[in-house]
T-cell receptor
Framework: NAGVTQTPKFQVLKTGQSMTLQCAQDMNHEYMSWYRQDPGMGLRLIHYSVGAGITDQGEVPNGYNVSRSTTEDFPLRLLSAAPSQTSVYFC?????????????FGNGTRLTVT | GQNIDQPTEMTATEGAIVQINCTYQTSGFNGLFWYQQHAGEAPTFLSYNVLDGLEEKGRFSSFLSRSKGYSYLLLKELQMKDSASYLCAVRALGGNNRLAFGKGNQVVVIP
């Protein structure tokens, strides 16, 4: 049981490049989400999904796209990277969105945009 | 929207007790979570409160007062490995029950 798996662990991009951060969970969780964590800002929600085929915007969605074609996978796409997107990105999942199910976090992707 | 406030840093001695506070404002409360995050690692779940009162799990306890918009995490018998950031997260009714996180409280345990 691997839990939440994120790849890559580290990435350096040049401004304007695009890339996809991968996230997969093997716990049959319905709810999946992406957060970014910046010094002094705490974790901020980018996008989330309450089930396959359903996605919605969080607090800071601009510059990011997501899709949820399967229950297991929830990739995050950066369309045209900007230095402001330098951050640590966490994917997290839970059994459901509305009860006491805690979020399980992946190990994070440390992204630098130059 | 949600507004969550936590103090930023505190230092405590090994073996001591430390209390980490969290105050929040939200339109429709639906649960509060505490997470622990060691430097360079992912957050891990510690506790959950949805009703008023104290929840105890070993050396960690969490308290909630919904009328005051207030929670605290109590760490007893501090160990060096407890040096970490402690995150308070509030779930609001509606909006698919999204979690909003505070900025975290850094606890440094010294010998």
């Amino acid at each position: 049981n691997a839990g939440v798996t994120q790849t890559p662990k580290f990435q350096v991009l040049k401004t304007g490049q695009s890339m996809t951060l991968q996230c997969a969970q093997d716990m049959n969780h319905e709810y999946m989400s992406w957060y970014r964590q910046d010094p002094g800002m705490g974790l901020r929600l980018i996008h989330y999904s309450v089930g396959a085929g359903i996605t919605d915007q969080g607090e800071v969605p601009n510059g990011y796209n997501v899709s949820r074609s399967t229950t297991e996978d929830f990739p995050l796409r950066l369309l045209s990277a900007a230095p402001s997107q330098t951050s640590v990105y966490f994917c997290a999942s839970s059994y459901s969105a509305g009860d006491n199910s805690p979020l399980h976090f992946g190990n994070g992707t440390r992204l630098t945009v130059t | 929207g949600q507004n969550i406030d936590q103090p930023t840093e505190m230092t405590a001695t090994e073996g001591a007790i430390v209390q980490i506070n969290c105050t929040y404002q939200t339109s429709g409360f639906n649960g509060l979570f505490w997470y622990q995050q060691h430097a360079g690692e992912a957050p891990t779940f510690l506790s959950y409160n949805v009703l008023d009162g104290l929840e105890e799990k070993g050396r960690f306890s969490s308290f909630l007062s919904r009328s005051k918009g207030y929670s605290y995490l109590l760490l007893k018998e501090l160990q060096m490995k407890d040096s970490a950031s402690y995150l308070c997260a509030v779930r609001a009714l509606g909006g698919n029950n999204r979690l909003a996180f505070g900025k975290g409280n850094q606890v440094v345990v010294i010998p």
